[in-house]
Nanobody, 126 residues
C-alpha cells in the first residue's frame, strides 16, 4: 500500500483546510487509517483515526476534538481530514498512516503503523 497526502497550505487562524490521503490499494476490513502531525522540534503526534475502518467510531486527539473531522471515500480510496477553526499551534507537517496490525491500545502510537504518506505542510498564521 502506498499513501499520497495532499491539501496542505498557508491559512490564517480561524480558517479551514481539508487534507486528502489517497491509497494505492484497497484498504478495508482490518485496516486502521490515521492522521499524525509533527511540528518543528517536536515528536510526531496522533491527530485522528478510524480503527479497523469502524466509521461509526472515529478517534481524535483532545487538542483537535470538535474542530477536525476524519472521513473516507471508499470509492476513491481516500481518507480526508477536515480542519476547521485552525490555530497557530496546529502548524505542522501532517502525515497519513495505515496498517492492519493496529490494536486499540496502540492506535495513537506512530510505531504501530507501517505505511506512511510523504507528509503535507500546514501553516497557520496568527
Amino acid at each position: 500500500v502506498q499513501l499520497q497526502a495532499s491539501g496542505g497550505g498557508l491559512v490564517q487562524a480561524g480558517g479551514s483546510l481539508r487534507l486528502s490521503c489517497t491509497t494505492s490499494g484497497r484498504t478495508f476490513g482490518s485496516w486502521t487509517l490515521a492522521w499524525f502531525r509533527q511540528a518543528p522540534g517536536k515528536e510526531r503526534e496522533f491527530v485522528a483515526a478510524f480503527f479497523r475502518l469502524n466509521l461509526s467510531r472515529p478517534y481524535y486527539a483532545d487538542s483537535v476534538k470538535g474542530r477536525f473531522t476524519i472521513s473516507t471515500d471508499n470509492a476513491k480510496n481516500t481518507v480526508y481530514l477536515q480542519m476547521n477553526s485552525l490555530k497557530p499551534e496546529d502548524t505542522a507537517v501532517y502525515y497519513c498512516a495505515a496498517d492492519t496490525g493496529v490494536i486499540l491500545s496502540t492506535v495513537t502510537k506512530p510505531s504501530a503503523y507501517s505505511y506512511w504518506g510523504q507528509g503535507t505542510l500546514v501553516t497557520v498564521s496568527s
